[in-house]
């Protein structure tokens, strides 16, 4: 009877961490999806509002400032009370600030707005990472990791993409009226499927232990000093490219279907990167896979800017892999770098820090692009991911010296 009873006790836990870290994917999918269509909706702003480039730009920092701003924040909601209600109800902010777009007829309106969405969406990088981390430990935590970063590519591929659809069908504002519906479902989807018991700190004897880096404390800082900033850089090239990558596009002659194919493109190529570069990581090496990553992201930038349309297209999904295949591998670094017990904190702060550079980025490229041209703030773009390269020797110390514990 016993035996049963552990039996049907162990069945139950397994079923819920499984709705747990489904949810947590679905959050990642959902919110990850929001932010990159933004990118896509860029040139029909900026044509129906009169935008200049560097207006542009701000409009995504809002949206990017807001969202580094809650990350912390949220973060500490995560190790005090409920992962649950804070991220169902984030995510309803933003999706009803996705719905509500349809009305926005000025740049105030569309800015205000963005900001709103932003703060709502800044919970789900930090409450969802935290919430797989308090339900799964050892090697599972990383694997379990691994899976919801991907999550957030599929989300950047299917959003987009459906957004192209609706868009063509019934233009940008019915389009996002309609996501926004769907925003507002995966909003009721979370706060049914995550678990009651993922509410408030689980009893001390039931915590799961996730990876943690017993280095020396100088060391560690250091080397989470340098990650952040490695981080920082690889964000703003980005999220600099995707900006103006619809324009330099249009520039070409595609038009707006053409634009939402190739973000698509882009975007599974970076689902695809997540995978490939997590895998290349264990046989190249942290520090080799980022300097390889680095430098395919800044040799196919350069060919963007060069290559016919046509070409163009069918080198997006390389682009995709390098340029988002850096961040798998400094996302599953950080708790590696963290300190002991604090691995939701130190991802709040490193969400903050990349999702900052993420945010600044846009509005310093926009006003770059208005002085000197889309060809010159590429090439700048281009300047900035090769600036990571010195950086990694920094790291190296930090790095070598974890892959030596036992």
Request: aromatic letters at 6%; a positive charge; glycine letters at 10%.
């Amino acid at each position: 009877m016993m035996s049963a009873d552990t039996t049907a006790t162990s069945a139950r836990e397994a079923i819920s961490r499984g709705h747990t870290f489904a949810a947590a994917c679905l959050a990642h999918i959902l919110h990850d999806g929001y932010s990159s269509m933004l990118y896509l909706l860029l040139p029909s702003w900026q044509t129906e509002l009169a935008l200049s480039l560097t207006q542009v730009g701000i409009l995504k920092t809002l949206y990017s400032a807001a969202m580094a701003v809650g990350q912390v924040p949220a973060s500490r909601l995560s190790e005090r009370w409920s992962e649950k209600l804070p991220l169902a109800a984030g995510t309803f902010i933003t999706a009803a600030v996705v719905f509500a777009l349809h009305w926005a007829m000025t740049p105030l309106a569309l800015g205000l707005l963005l900001a709103i969405g932003g703060l709502g969406a800044s919970v789900q990088h930090p409450l969802a990472s935290a919430l797989i981390s308090r339900t799964y430990g050892g090697s599972a935590l990383r694997a379990k990791l691994g899976t919801y970063n991907f999550a957030g590519d599929l989300g950047k591929m299917i959003i987009p993409a459906l957004l192209t659809v609706l868009i063509a069908a019934f233009g940008w504002r019915s389009g996002t009226a309609w996501i926004g519906v769907l925003g507002v479902g995966t909003a009721a989807v979370l706060l049914i499927a995550v678990p009651q018991r993922a509410d408030g700190p689980a009893p001390e004897g039931q915590k799961h232990t996730p990876l943690r880096a017993p280095l020396a404390e100088p060391v560690r800082r250091r080397g989470f000093a340098v990650l952040s900033a490695v981080g920082m850089l690889d964000s703003a090239t980005r999220t600099g490219l995707l900006t103006f990558l619809p324009f330099i596009l249009a520039r070409k002659g595609a038009d707006a279907a053409i634009v939402g194919s190739a973000l698509s493109l882009v975007f599974a190529g970076g689902a695809v990167g997540k995978f490939a570069c997590g895998a290349l990581a264990t046989r190249l090496g942290i520090l080799r896979t980022v300097a390889a990553t680095e430098l395919g992201t800044a040799s196919a930038i350069l060919l963007v800017l060069i290559l016919p349309l046509s070409v163009c297209l069918a080198l997006m999904p390389v682009l995709g892999i390098m340029l988002n295949g850096t961040s798998s591998v400094l996302y599953g670094t950080v708790p590696e770098l963290s300190p002991n017990g604090h691995e939701a904190r130190a991802f709040g702060f490193f969400y903050t820090l990349t999702i900052g550079a993420d945010a600044i980025a846009p509005t310093l490229y926009g006003v770059v692009a208005d002085a000197v041209g889309l060809s010159g703030t590429i090439l700048l773009v281009t300047v900035v991911v090769l600036l990571i390269l010195p950086l990694l020797a920094v790291l190296r110390p930090a790095v070598e010296e974890h892959r030596r514990l036992p």
